[in-house]
């Protein structure tokens, strides 16, 4: 039963829904919202459901930390799947409201830098108030609990609000980034456009700690794709580090990496590899030399043949 349930970011009409609608096997899954991130992972966790969709990233802000943070902390989960969504808001309003008649704004946080400057611009004295997910938002000014909420424009139909404006997003092509996640397994196959998340915490502070955290990828032609510091909650000082790399646990040159990494810190979360959205395989920059999969391989035969004294 809960192999045919994929848990979202909800309530109806959130960005996430729309991102998890694009996955071709959202068809024949039914689609349970959730009122938080973790309560989706949750429902992933204990059973309730085969996988989840929640945002992960945004091109504006960076990365949505209550995501990170659930898959740093509790019981392990995987990313199967990334889904890229390009995000504009409109101005949700009750019918007649005006522009003059708002005080009162809400939407996801993540939702605030993507709308910031257009709110100084026109709304510079209404109060911003933090929802749940942007469709929670929605629901919210349905309630009547505030004027307007920034939302997708498909979101005003479910909660009988108005587009009052729309197209509003600060930056150009602005971005958020969806993770599928499941319970542990293992990952699909590579595709040859390929990421890996894992969870790496650095071991007693020394200078140059970070360095050799990026060297183990970065002696092996590794390409990161994000890196993004989150306080281990044990203290001030106390980091551990989300990276996306470029590849597949399979690949050689990323298993040698995370087992370089495995080797001097003190834990790393493997989080999955899993297909990049929205690039194909000839579209993936060039390996540096020697980091092939056949060029450790040929590495490693020569060491068996030297160890043997076959040279
Ligand atoms: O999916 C939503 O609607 C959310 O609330 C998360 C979110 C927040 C900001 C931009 C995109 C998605």
Redesign the pocket.
């Given at each position: 039963m809960s192999a045919t349930r994929y848990a979202y970011?909800g309530p109806e009409g959130?960005?996430?829904?729309v991102a998890l609608r694009t996955l071709p096997e959202a068809a024949t899954r039914e689609l349970v919202p959730m009122v938080s991130v973790p309560a989706a992972l949750d429902a992933v966790r204990n059973g309730q459901a085969a996988a989840a969709l929640v945002?992960i990233e945004?091109s504006v802000e960076g990365g949505i930390t209550a995501t990170l943070d659930e898959l740093t902390t509790g019981a392990p989960l995987m990313i199967y799947r990334e889904v890229l969504l390009s995000?504009t808001f409109a101005l949700l309003v009750r019918p007649g409201t005006k522009l003059s008649d708002i005080k009162t704004v809400t939407a996801?946080p993540?939702?605030q830098p993507?709308v910031r400057n257009w709110m100084a611009a026109h709304l510079p004295n209404a109060v911003w108030e933090s929802a749940a997910?942007?469709?929670d938002g929605a629901r919210l000014v349905q309630e009547g609990r505030y004027d307007a909420a920034f939302?997708?424009e498909f979101a005003a139909a479910t909660y009988g609000l108005e587009p009052l404006v729309t197209e509003i997003h600060d930056a150009e092509n602005a971005q958020?980034r969806f993770v599928l996640v499941g319970r542990p397994a293992r990952p699909s196959a590579p595709t040859g456009a390929d990421k890996t998340s894992v969870v790496i915490w650095l071991g007693d502070d020394h200078p140059g700690a970070l360095l050799e955290l990026l060297q183990e990828f970065a002696v092996r032609g590794v390409n990161l794709m994000l890196i993004q510091s989150r306080p281990t909650g044990e203290g001030i000082g106390n980091y551990c580090f989300a990276v996306d790399a470029e590849g597949h646990i399979a690949d050689r040159r990323v298993g040698e990496a995370l087992m370089g990494l495995k080797r001097i810190c003190p834990n790393v979360r493997f989080l999955g590899s899993y297909p990049r959205a929205g690039v194909t395989p000839d579209e993936v920059g060039a390996l540096r030399t020697g980091t092939s999969d056949t060029d450790f391989t040929d590495a490693s035969d020569w060491l068996a043949r030297s160890q043997d004294g076959r040279v």
């Open positions: 970011l959130t960005f996430t829904e945002p945004n995000i996801h993540a939702a993507q997910s942007n469709a939302a997708g958020t």
